[in-house]
């Protein structure tokens, strides 16, 4: 998704947010942003996992019938 965004586009972004939400609230902005992705990254891990377990079942149902 973000690919092509390089140092300078980095830094363009970072120069918005700190004009639009101010210096105070960008440390707070940031922590929130990191604690859901966090939360997002555990939450898919498990979904992840589960449709593997289930595309897994239907294999060995295969193979005992062979």
């Known amino acids: 998704m973000?690919?092509?965004?390089?140092i300078s586009g980095l830094i363009i972004i970072l120069a918005i947010a700190?004009?639009?939400?101010?210096?105070?609230k960008?440390?707070?902005?940031?922590?929130?942003f990191g604690d859901t992705l966090r939360e997002f990254?555990?939450?898919?891990k498990g979904i992840i996992i589960d449709d593997a377990i289930e595309e897994?079942?239907?294999v060995k149902e295969l193979e005992?019938?062979?």
């Open 64 to 66: 005992e019938v062979k």
């Open 2 to 6: 973000f690919n092509n965004v390089g």
């Open 26 to 32: 960008l440390p707070q902005l940031g922590r929130a």
């Open 18 to 24: 700190l004009i639009v939400f101010g210096p105070a």
């Open 56 to 58: 897994k079942q239907p």
């Open 41 to 44: 990254r555990n939450s898919t």
